[in-house]
């Protein structure tokens, strides 16, 4: 499913109309994504929890030439899926 569905899908689940739908889901992912930038976590109830981790610097290799690199630390997005979600994906 690509974002112009899930809008589709928003749209005749809730009635809004699709500029409506499309508008909350924009300011729901920009919600997430200014919480997780602030360093806090987002948690929804049976859905599942986004948060920043932090990835250490490690050495990596160049896969064409073999040649080692360094990977520098950064903070990336994670997700941690909730018990309803999980259980309804695995039927």
């Known amino acids: ?44 109830i049976g859905f599942g929890t986004f948060e920043a981790r932090e990835r250490s610097a490690r050495e990596g290799r160049n896969p064409q030439t073999g040649a080692k690199i360094q990977i520098a630390a950064k903070t990336v997005p994670a997700f941690k899926p909730g018990t ?6 695995a039927g």
Not at 4 to 23: N, P, Q, R
Not at 84 to 89: D, I, N, Q, T
């Open 1 to 44: 499913m690509n974002r112009s569905e899930l809008v589709d899908k928003m749209s005749e689940a809730t009635g809004l109309s699709k500029e409506d739908s499309a508008a909350a889901l924009q300011a729901a992912l920009d919600a997430i994504g200014d919480a997780l930038a602030d360093g806090d976590k987002v948690s929804l």
């Open 84 to 89: 309803g979600l999980r259980e309804k994906v």
